[in-house]
């Protein structure tokens, strides 16, 4: 069975460029949410969609939106892009809304690596 | 907001030694979680405790919740080469319009044959 999957794995930006990640969750995983890691720390919550709407947001600017299709696969946009935003993008899918009781596992996927120069 | 102080930050111990490792918050969580990191991967879930004050084992790994919902410790024991990577705990509430889990900033695992 197909894992989460990201793409692309790896990309180069220049500083206010755009850029526009994709993630396919687990089938039959309704749930997709957002994370970034910076090197050294953990990751940090961006959003969660649930049932293609937005069930959560993070502390991140309004350069960051996301969305969530009908087949339940998500995109991550992040605009005007900065330095401080390369990073390991995470995606992860779970059957349930996270926060719900009981949420059920959050599968990650391997990530998008994104540097900004 | 929350956080987790996660320590200690980096350990280098021989094959075959037990190993321990922790997580405090200031606030209290309904569950907490405990996820491996290998390079170029995801975090992948080790244990997931949703009681205070269970102890929960997944072959030789061991994780417990804290009485007071605000800590939690792993241990892997006769550790091995492929317990190499960075471990992660996470908190997680239920409700609210969140949902998300909170991390702690890792503890790096090196291991010497």
């Given at each position: 069975?197909?894992?989460?999957?990201?793409?692309?794995?790896?990309?180069?930006?220049?500083?206010?460029?755009?850029?526009?990640?994709?993630?396919?969750?687990?089938?039959?995983?309704?749930?997709?949410?957002?994370?970034?890691?910076?090197?050294?720390?953990?990751?940090?919550?961006?959003?969660?969609?649930?049932?293609?709407?937005?069930?959560?947001?993070?502390?991140?600017?309004?350069?960051?939106?996301?969305?969530?299709f009908p087949n339940y696969s998500s995109e991550l946009n992040v605009n005007a892009l900065l330095l401080g935003d390369s990073a390991l993008y995470l995606c992860a899918s779970s059957l349930r809304l996270a926060g719900s009781n009981p949420t059920g596992e959050l599968f990650f996927g391997e990530g998008s690596r994104l540097t900004v120069l | 907001g929350q956080q987790l102080n996660q320590s200690p930050q980096s350990m280098f111990i021989q094959e075959g030694e037990d190993?321990?490792?922790?997580?405090?918050?200031?606030?209290i969580f309904n569950t907490w979680l405990?996820?491996?990191?290998?390079?170029?991967?995801?975090?992948?879930?080790?244990?997931?405790?949703?009681?205070?004050?269970?102890?929960?084992?997944?072959?030789?790994?061991?994780?417990?919740f804290g009485i007071t919902r605000k800590d939690s410790f792993l241990n892997i024991s006769a550790s091995i080469p492929s317990d190499v990577g960075i471990y992660f705990c996470a908190g997680l509430n239920y409700g609210g319009s969140q949902g998300n889990l909170i991390f702690g900033k890792g503890t790096k695992l090196s291991v010497k044959p």
């Amino acid at each position: 069975d197909a894992g989460v999957t990201q793409s692309p794995t790896h990309l180069i930006k220049t500083r206010g460029q755009q850029v526009t990640l994709r993630c396919s969750p687990i089938s039959g995983h309704k749930s997709v949410s957002w994370y970034q890691q910076v090197l050294g720390q953990g990751p940090q919550f961006i959003f969660q969609y649930y049932e293609k709407e937005e069930r959560g947001r993070g502390n991140f600017p309004d350069r960051f939106s996301a969305r969530q299709f009908p087949n339940y696969s998500s995109e991550l946009n992040v605009n005007a892009l900065l330095l401080g935003d390369s990073a390991l993008y995470l995606c992860a899918s779970s059957l349930r809304l996270a926060g719900s009781n009981p949420t059920g596992e959050l599968f990650f996927g391997e990530g998008s690596r994104l540097t900004v120069l | 907001g929350q956080q987790l102080n996660q320590s200690p930050q980096s350990m280098f111990i021989q094959e075959g030694e037990d190993v321990s490792m922790n997580c405090t918050s200031s606030s209290i969580f309904n569950t907490w979680l405990w996820y491996k990191q290998d390079p170029g991967e995801g975090p992948v879930l080790l244990i997931a405790l949703y009681k205070a004050g269970e102890l929960t084992s997944n072959g030789r790994l061991t994780a417990q919740f804290g009485i007071t919902r605000k800590d939690s410790f792993l241990n892997i024991s006769a550790s091995i080469p492929s317990d190499v990577g960075i471990y992660f705990c996470a908190g997680l509430n239920y409700g609210g319009s969140q949902g998300n889990l909170i991390f702690g900033k890792g503890t790096k695992l090196s291991v010497k044959p």
